[in-house]
């Protein structure tokens, strides 16, 4: 994904909770992946995903070039050019999952369209096990906020971007106030609370970040799980080359109970950040 960038990576080193990697339905272990039984088709998905690829990198230009500059000086204030930029990058996304659908790459599964487009003033925390992910999300939730790499500030986008999503640069407690101030205006935070693509085995470690903001700002995290069949070429390390040997991706996105704020608000907001993280963990990994 070449815009967004969900991680707070700098809040990490001590913030976490850990435990092994339970074994995802439709994930496999690269010793337990089949041989490929349709050598064309296999080549031809590869093929396709650069080619989607190269056609999201081609639009991403598009519309920082020459759609998001004149929105810019015909929309004020900041806050409606924000409005209504970042649903032209939700209906972007979906145009580019239906073209990804139609070419055989993949396929977006949920049961609650609408129940994803109603979200409003929610943190959306969700499994990271592709570099798709956010994609799917966006596509999904058309007033989706997240929080952006600010690494990217030598990137020609960097310039758009940052006047639409909440930089990781800033400190957690300015952080925290912009995520608020954003969700008090009706948007829905997409955080992973894993700050990267879950790797195939070994530790899962998440983050409190989405736990301390739902604290803060008093509004409930809604656990997202995201399944489907194998991701093999899009993981954690895995070869661009690759591809699931037996299938077309397939995203089948579950939206799970809210989780809310006022269940820990009799503990410490250290043992509240905690226990709220652990029940987003259980969620995500354990009962999905």
Not at 50 to 65: A, Y
Not at 108 to 125: D, G, Q, W, Y
Not at 255 to 281: C, F, G, V
Request: hydrophobic share 40%.
């Amino acid at each position: 994904m070449v815009l967004i960038a969900g991680p707070m990576r700098q809040y990490a080193e001590n913030d976490t909770v850990t435990d092994t990697i339970p074994k995802t339905k439709g994930d496999l272990d690269l010793a337990e992946l089949p041989p490929i039984s349709n050598r064309p088709l296999y080549v031809y998905r590869v093929i396709a995903k650069w080619f989607c690829f190269f056609i999201f990198g081609l639009s991403t230009l598009i519309l920082i070039t020459l759609v998001f500059p004149p929105m810019r000086l015909l929309l004020h204030p900041k806050e409606k050019f924000m409005k209504y930029g970042r649903r032209l990058i939700s209906f972007s996304m979906r145009v580019f999952v239906s073209l990804m659908h139609m070419l055989g790459v993949l396929d977006l599964e949920t049961e609650n369209r609408e129940s994803f487009r109603n979200l409003s003033s929610k943190i959306v925390a969700a499994n990271h096990p592709s570099l798709l992910d956010v994609i799917m999300l966006f596509s999904l939730i058309p007033n989706a906020d997240c929080i952006v790499n600010a690494n990217m500030k030598h990137n020609i986008i960097m310039g758009v971007v940052r006047q639409l999503y909440i930089l990781n640069s800033l400190n957690f407690e300015d952080l925290s106030k912009a995520c608020t101030e954003s969700l008090r205006q009706g948007n829905c935070l997409i955080i992973f609370p894993e700050g990267t693509r879950t790797p195939r085995s070994g530790k899962v470690r998440l983050k409190r970040g989405a736990a301390r903001i739902s604290l803060a700002s008093g509004c409930g995290i809604i656990p997202v799980h995201i399944g489907g069949t194998d991701k093999y070429g899009l993981g954690k390390r895995d070869p661009w080359t690759a591809f699931n040997p037996r299938d077309r991706y397939v995203y089948r996105i579950e939206m799970e109970n809210e989780i809310s704020p006022e269940k820990y608000r009799d503990l410490s907001l250290p043992l509240a950040a905690r226990a709220m993280t652990n029940d987003i963990y259980i969620t995500l990994f354990l009962t999905s």
